[in-house]
Nanobody, 115 residues
Framework: QVQLVESGGGLVQAGGSLRLSCTAS????????VGWYRQAPGSERKLVAQ???????DYGDSVKGRFTVSRDDVKNAFYLQMNSLKFEDTAVYFC?????????WGQGTQVTVSS
């Protein structure tokens, strides 16, 4: 049984930092692609950042230079370091894993940036 669990969301002032974590059972993150997505009210879910099995990274244009994605294969954990946060970053953030055998989502964690 595959389960992804997210943590680290919260309320942060603009300009501050936050670190999101995702851990998994039933899979190893280095078996596929892991990514962070976010969804603001009334908006579609969009890719924030991802890292492939081969450690190739990709970032959304709005977060380049501010956010960093990483994977820890020893801890089987996936992280999103968010710096210089803006009010526009406010959204529910989701952890996602995809491989040939399936795709899986975490429950989501709320990030709220106050202006």
């Amino acid at each position: 049984q595959v389960q992804l669990v997210e943590s680290g969301g919260g309320l942060v002032q603009a300009g501050g930092s936050l670190r999101l974590s995702c851990t998994a059972s039933g899979i190893r993150f280095n078996m596929g692609t892991v990514g962070w997505y976010r969804q603001a009210p009334g908006s579609e879910r969009k890719l924030v950042a991802q890292i492939t099995r081969k450690e190739i990274t990709d970032y959304g244009d709005s977060v380049k230079g501010r956010f960093t994605v990483s994977r820890d294969d020893v801890k089987n954990a996936f992280y999103l370091q968010m710096n210089s946060l803006k009010f526009e970053d406010t959204a529910v953030y989701f952890c996602n894993f995809w491989a040939g055998f399936g795709t899986y989502w975490g429950q989501g964690t709320q990030v709220t940036v106050s202006s």
